[in-house]
Each structure stands twice: as structure tokens, then as C-alpha cells.
């Protein structure tokens, strides 16, 4: 009985406390003078993983149809933008509130570029971007990309095998980024990779498994997740345990030489403990939770963004055949440039920099594809915001959230927005195709 009391208590406080933090925030919303709409549970709060998947299921026809989200389920979906499109601005203007609760952080192997803010977030950048974009990593993410093409276009001529585009792209992004990050090569389309000693998963089973079940392993605290999600621990424990052997081999690696001597070639995981080091000097440095937690961040966020954008892109070639002419004769031209200057292979430095129509083709399709739907942050402290006849005072701790789709499919800025013409993503001065798009609209 006192135990029911108890509970009872604890759930009749629980909902006065939302109640009241309801009350404050629709009063605090009503101050910023800005347009505002209620949802109950909000896309980024735990609870929307599980509105989400209820949501997607009563509301399929709907999306379906192409009509967007009703304005009740609009906000309790995750990445609802990608098939509302701009409706949710056309209905609230281009800036508006949507007042609820939320929160969550991400931190399954420690602090990271992701999780931090403020003065540790710079410092974490300082010492983990420059290796991401150092010659050595990636001329090794070149090569890494031109082998894992080279396996998945042999499994393609197979005679008699069905491949699956999404497997295979997914295959290729996740055995690059893993041997790319730690040096751990893998010569799978689809299946698995050999289980090291001692280890019940390989590395990038390991991988796999945590990605799948992020959200678990996010929320849930370990033995509550052993116990509910048993698959989950296991590749949450092995990719731990994986990360800190190789953190071990690494370290003990750059110990035995010198920390200025940079390879050709080099991994992402060696790379960043070198800049580690080089960085102590000014201060800065990085617990090796630290590097294991920017590591995953690194390859979490490289991972579903490159693969998705991948097969975007696939898609949009196999439909579209003069996009496709058009992008075999830049590969033509490049290569015929370098066996001109007497060189048999592509190389990332002298050649990737010519491929201006792929990298225009790209960027057109991740606008009518976008790939990171919202972009979110915090206000730290009270923030003016300035329109263009007027100014709303927006609290500290307000959760801002651009809209991404809205954005690639403003008409204003894109004239035709859901049409696919890379021309227009590629405008340089001087570049013919600039006459030739402009005269279309
Ligand atoms: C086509 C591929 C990619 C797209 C479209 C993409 C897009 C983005 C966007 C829009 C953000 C900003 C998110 C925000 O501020 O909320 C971001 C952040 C980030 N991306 Fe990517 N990304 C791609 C590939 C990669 C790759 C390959 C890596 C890793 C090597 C990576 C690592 C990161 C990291 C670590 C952040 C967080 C940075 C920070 O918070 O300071 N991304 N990405």
C-alpha cells in the first residue's frame, strides 16, 4: 500500500512540474512576440522515439500521398522536415515556436565534438579537425575508397548475384571509414568479417550493432541495457573494447617514434593522437575516453551522412541519363588529363580539386535530398532576433532548430526547388552553364 502511495506522489508531482514548466514556456513563448504552436512531446525528446514509429504507421497514407504531416503529429516525429517539405513555414511564417521539453546527449565512449559546448567543444575541434583534414589521412581515404569500389564493382559483375544497392553502399562507407579511422581492413560487400582473438564480433559487426541500437545505448544505463538489449551490450562492449586495443596499439606505436614524423599514409586514429600530443604544448589535451568518444562521433557522423548521400546520388544517375553523360565525361577528361602528364592513377591531391561537376551534382542532390534534416542548438543567454520589419527577445535555454528542407526548397532562393540540375550548384564565374541555367527561370 505504501508503496502505491509513494509511486502516486512521484507521478502526481512529476506531471505538476511538466504542467508548471508548460505553463512558463507558453508564457515565455508569448513574450518573444513570435508565432507559436503546443505539441506534447517534441522530435528531440526521448519520447519521440517512440511517437515516432506510431506516428509514421497512422499517418503512412497521408505521407504517402505526399500531403505532409497534420499539424496535431507534425512535431512529435523525428526528421518530419524531410516529407513536409516548407508546409510547416507556409502555415507558421519562417520563424515560429513550438513549445515542449527536451534533451539528450551524446556520449556513449566519452566527451566529444558533439556533446561539448562552449571552451572544451573549441578545444576538442582544435585537436580533432585538423587530422580529418590532413593530406596524409586523406590520400589514405582515397586509396581505402578506390579498393572498396574496385571489390564492390567485382560483386556487381558477378554473374548471377542480385546486388542490393542500400547493403552494398552501406558496406563500402563503413569498411572505408573503419580502416580509414583505425587501419582495420575489410574486403566485404555484405556478411560479415572474421572475429579477431579473443572478441565475439569483429570490428565492424561491432559497429553495426551500436549504430542500430544507438538510441539504447543512448538512454538506457548499462545493466539495464544488458539485461533488456542483451545484442545491444554486446556490440556496445566489443566496439569498447576493440577502440581501446587499438588506442593501445596506436599510442605505443607513436611512443617508438618520433610524435613530428608524419607517414604518407595515416589513420585517422594515429592522426589525431599525434595532434593530441603536438597540442599538450599549448595546454590542450584529450583524455584517451576523449579520443575514443571523438573517434565514434567521427565515424557515427561520417557513416549514415556519406552512405545516404551515396545512394542519393546512385539513384539520381540511374534516373537522370544526361546527369550521368555528363559526369562520365569529366571522369574521361580527368583521366585522360593524367595520362597525359604520364600518370596511370588518380590521385587525391592533383586530381580530386577537377572534379567540379561531381562535386556541383553532389551538392545539388543533398539539397533535394537533404541529409541532415535540422540543425540544433541552444541560446545561451537572452538573444535578439532581427527580421526584417521587426525584433523578438528570445529567452536563454531556447532550443533553436533550422529547418534544413525548408531552406533547399525555398523558391526564392532555388527557382523550381525539387527539380535536379547541378548546374546551378556549380556556378562559377565564366562558367558557360551560367547563361544557359539562368535563361530557364
Ligand atoms: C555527405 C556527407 C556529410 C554531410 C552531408 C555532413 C553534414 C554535416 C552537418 C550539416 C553538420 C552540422 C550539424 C550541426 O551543426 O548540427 C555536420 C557536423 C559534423 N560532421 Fe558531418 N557531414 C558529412 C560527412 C562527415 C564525415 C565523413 C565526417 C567524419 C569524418 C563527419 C563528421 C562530422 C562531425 C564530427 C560533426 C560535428 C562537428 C561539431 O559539432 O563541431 N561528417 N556534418
Known amino acids: 500500500m505504501m508503496a502505491y502511495v509513494i509511486a502516486l506522489v512521484l507521478f502526481a508531482s512529476h506531471a505538476l ?7 512558463s514556456n507558453i508564457r515565455a513563448a508569448k513574450q518573444t512576440g513570435l508565432p507559436y504552436t503546443l505539441s506534447p512531446i517534441h522530435e528531440l525528446e526521448i519520447w519521440a522515439h517512440i511517437a515516432d514509429p506510431i506516428l509514421r504507421w497512422a499517418c503512412s497514407a497521408r505521407i504517402l500521398r505526399g500531403q505532409g504531416w497534420p499539424r496535431w503529429a507534425r512535431f512529435m516525429v523525428k526528421d518530419w522536415h524531410y516529407e513536409d517539405k516548407r508546409r510547416a513555414h507556409d502555415e507558421f511564417g519562417a520563424i515560429f515556436l513550438v513549445v515542449s521539453f527536451a534533451g539528450m546527449m551524446l556520449e556513449p565512449f566519452g566527451p566529444n565534438v558533439v556533446s561539448l559546448d562552449g571552451e572544451k567543444w573549441k578545444a576538442h575541434l582544435a585537436i580533432t579537425l585538423p587530422p580529418v583534414a590532413a593530406d596524409n589521412v586523406l590520400g589514405l581515404l582515397w586509396e581505402e575508397t578506390y579498393r572498396q569500389v574496385d571489390i564492390m564493382a567485382m560483386t556487381w559483375n558477378r554473374a548471377g548475384e542480385v546486388p542490393s544497392l542500400k547493403r552494398n553502399i552501406y558496406s563500402l562507407t563503413m569498411n572505408t571509414m573503419l580502416s580509414v579511422g583505425f587501419g582495420k581492413q575489410s574486403e566485404r560487400t555484405e556478411g560479415s568479417d572474421a572475429v579477431s582473438k579473443g572478441h565475439m564480433l569483429s570490428l565492424v559487426e561491432a559497429m553495426y550493432t551500436v549504430v542500430m541500437h544507438l538510441p539504447h545505448i543512448l538512454l538506457l544505463a548499462k545493466p539495464v541495457l544488458k539485461f533488456l538489449k542483451p545484442e545491444a551490450s554486446t556490440g556496445y562492449t566489443e566496439l569498447e573494447r576493440y ?32 595532434s593530441n600530443l603536438n597540442s599538450q604544448s599549448d595546454g590542450l589535451s584529450l583524455t584517451d575516453n576523449e579520443v575514443m568518444g571523438n573517434m565514434f562521433i567521427f565515424l557515427l557522423a561520417g557513416y549514415d551522412t556519406t552512405a545516404n548521400t551515396m545512394i542519393f546520388c546512385s539513384m539520381v544517375l540511374a534516373l537522370y541519363p544526361d546527369i550521368q553523360n555528363r559526369l562520365i565525361e569529366e571522369v574521361d577528361r580527368i583521366w585522360a588529363e593524367a595520362a597525359r602528364e604520364g600518370r596511370s592513377e588518380l590521385s587525391h591531391t592533383h586530381d580530386m580539386p577537377k572534379f567540379r561537376y561531381m562535386i556541383a551534382f553532389m551538392y545539388e542532390v543533398m539539397r533535394v535530398f537533404p541529409i541532415v534534416l535540422p540543425t540544433v542548438r541552444d541560446t545561451c543567454g537572452p538573444q535578439v532576433l532581427s527580421l526584417k520589419d521587426t525584433t523578438h527577445s528570445l529567452p536563454s535555454d531556447t532550443g533553436v532548430i533550422v529547418n534544413n528542407t525548408a531552406i533547399h526548397y525555398d523558391c526564392d532562393n532555388w527557382p523550381n526547388p525539387g527539380m535536379i540540375d547541378p548546374r546551378r550548384c556549380g556556378l562559377m564565374p565564366g562558367d558557360p552553364s551560367n547563361a544557359m541555367w539562368q535563361s530557364k527561370f
Open 17 to 23: 512540474h511538466k504542467i508548471f514548466r508548460l505553463r
Open 243 to 274: 577502440m581501446t586495443e587499438l588506442l593501445i596499439r596506436e599510442k605505443d606505436l607513436l611512443s617508438k617514434s618520433h610524435i613530428q614524423k608524419h607517414s604518407s599514409r595515416e589513420t585517422l586514429m594515429t592522426a589525431m593522437l599525434r
